[in-house]
């Protein structure tokens, strides 16, 4: 009996998705980046709007190497429930710590989402998968119950004002009736949530995407593996592309054609990542990024929590003016590079600084999980 290829590409993804997070959200100032580093208004797609789907997708794949030998028992979904409680709540503090006072404590966020999206896939992946040769059925289960709940949310969108709308979009008005206008993000004008409530359900296919490719690689060599990954991920772009002339692609609203265009892009990048590291054996490649990987949820929180203390904690007054550790560090950058090229290094930097934390951790063997 063959026994299932483990891929080292989805091992190094799960790094690559903390590294780009720590990019994008670290720019050493929001006035100076790289056009292609900066989300999308509205309707559209950067290469930012790749990252938030990556990581939920890099979730979808661990989850199937970890619920291999499990089953929809009390046991299990109590784990399910409680790591789920537990990131969102540690959701919930980064917003606090950011400075909200608990008048207008954001709500959602992306932990949280990444908990919800977590806790939605898991039972949902425990249910299909129950019944005899309930693997091969399950590869076969997943493209429908994803189609169905991006369709689904689809026709919920259309009960809204003006359905793709900033203001008049029913994921707003759920959040307002919910949370209220306080409890929302405000960085768009006005209280509307990218992470909001309804949002979270197409956002659930980005995880069993991650668990469907997973389980499909196993029955697969690297070189079957990248041809059929290379397949996919053209089905998903054309798809993408096709439907959005009725479905505008937008993070915001994480519409059907973003879910599709983001995880065709996203598999497409497993498969040149399958084709360095798997097949040419750039190992060197890969083992900084496995590393990168090892312990994402507490890097994730390190790196914003670090980013408040520098940008908000550590401040003094110079010239009549404050200024904070993370202003004085572009601004030093500033002064020998062009602003937006300072930005970006202060953010490699960044990303530089969190890889040796997460060496540190993985040399003394230091696994955090919930």
């Not at 100076?32 to 309707?43: K, N």
């Not at 490649?285 to 590393?291: D, K, N, S, T």
Request: hydrophobic share 60%; proline share 4%; aromatic share 14%.
């Amino acid at each position: 009996m063959q026994q299932p290829v483990r891929f080292v590409a989805l091992d190094a993804l799960r790094g690559l998705a903390i590294a780009l997070m720590i990019l994008v959200n670290t720019p050493g100032s929001w006035s100076h980046v790289y056009s292609p580093l900066l989300h999308a208004p509205w309707h559209g797609f950067t290469f930012a709007d790749i990252v938030f789907p990556g990581f939920l997708f890099v979730v979808g794949a661990a989850m199937f190497y970890a619920f291999k030998h499990a089953s929809l028992d009390r046991a299990t979904v109590l784990k399910i429930f409680k790591r789920s409680a537990l990131m969102f709540l540690c959701g919930v503090f980064l917003n606090w710590f950011w400075g909200q006072e608990f008048a207008t404590l954001r709500v959602m966020g992306v932990l949280q989402r990444i908990a919800v999206c977590y806790a939605a896939a898991a039972l949902l992946i425990l249910m299909l998968r129950r019944g005899n040769n309930a693997a091969g059925a399950l590869q076969l289960k997943l493209p429908l119950v994803a189609a169905a709940l991006l369709v689904g949310y689809w026709l919920l969108l259309q009960l809204g004002a003006d359905p793709y709308s900033l203001e008049g979009n029913i994921v707003r008005q759920l959040d307002l009736a919910v949370f209220g206008a306080a409890h929302l993000y405000q960085g768009f004008g006005i209280a509307f949530d990218p992470e909001g409530i309804l949002s979270c359900l197409p956002a659930v296919v980005n995880v069993l995407l991650g668990y469907w490719v997973a389980a499909g690689l196993t029955d697969r060599n690297q070189q079957q593996g990248l041809r059929w990954l290379l397949a996919v991920g053209a089905v998903l772009v054309l798809l993408a592309l096709g439907s959005s002339y009725y479905c505008p692609i937008n993070k915001a609203l994480w519409t059907g054609s973003y879910v599709a265009l983001s995880g065709g892009l996203l598999v497409w990048l497993l498969a040149l990542m399958v084709w360095l590291v798997d097949i040419k054996g750039w190992r060197a490649v890969a083992e900084p990024l496995r590393i990168y990987g090892s312990n994402p949820l507490f890097i994730y929180m390190l790196s914003w929590i670090w980013a408040v203390i520098i940008s908000e904690f550590l401040v003094w007054q110079q010239a009549g003016q404050a200024l904070s550790v993370y202003q004085f560090g572009f601004d030093l950058l500033a002064t020998v590079l062009p602003e937006k090229l300072a930005s970006l290094v202060f953010a490699l930097l960044h990303v530089l600084l969190f890889w040796l934390v997460s060496l540190v951790l993985y040399r003394k063997k230091i696994f955090i999980k919930l």
